[in-house]
């Protein structure tokens, strides 16, 4: 039995369609998550995470993005609609409805993150 060409290269096609828009995502995903740590870090010290951390990972989640004007810009209005989330001058008691609904995620990015950007060898075992 032959199998045609065909049926193999449309399936080329969809694998890298689908390659695209998942490596598309993960970029979405680091800006998203660089704009919410900016977010923290205009708010202050949170409890776990001082000022100076976030904005630490926010950077760390840039770079493992791509560094680049179009992102600095994405991370800018991302800012901006996460600040929309928050009630009332930014604080941490402000910011806690924001962290319950991003944090999980955001730490999970930022482990890898984080080993890219500052080369910490602790940040990047297992």
Same mark, same amino acid.
């Given at each position: 039995m032959r199998i045609s060409?065909?049926?193999l290269a449309f399936c080329a096609i969809f694998t890298c369609?689908?390659?695209t828009a998942q490596a598309e995502t993960q970029k979405e995903r680091d800006l998203h998550c660089a704009a919410y740590y900016e977010v923290l870090s205009v708010?202050?010290?949170q409890p776990d995470i001082s000022?100076?951390?976030s904005s630490k990972a926010s950077y760390a989640l840039l770079v493992h993005a791509g560094y680049t004007p179009q992102a600095q810009d994405y991370v800018a209005q991302k800012m901006v609609d996460l600040h929309k989330e928050t009630t009332g001058p930014m604080t941490p008691a402000s910011t806690a409805k924001l962290r319950e /609904?991003?944090?999980a995620e &955001?730490?999970?990015l930022l482990k890898a993150a984080w080993c890219e950007a500052? /080369?910490?060898p602790g940040? &990047?075992?297992g």
């Open positions: 060409p065909m049926p369609i689908s390659l708010a202050g010290d000022r100076k951390q /609904k991003y944090d &955001c730490k999970v500052y /080369k910490d940040a &990047c075992e």
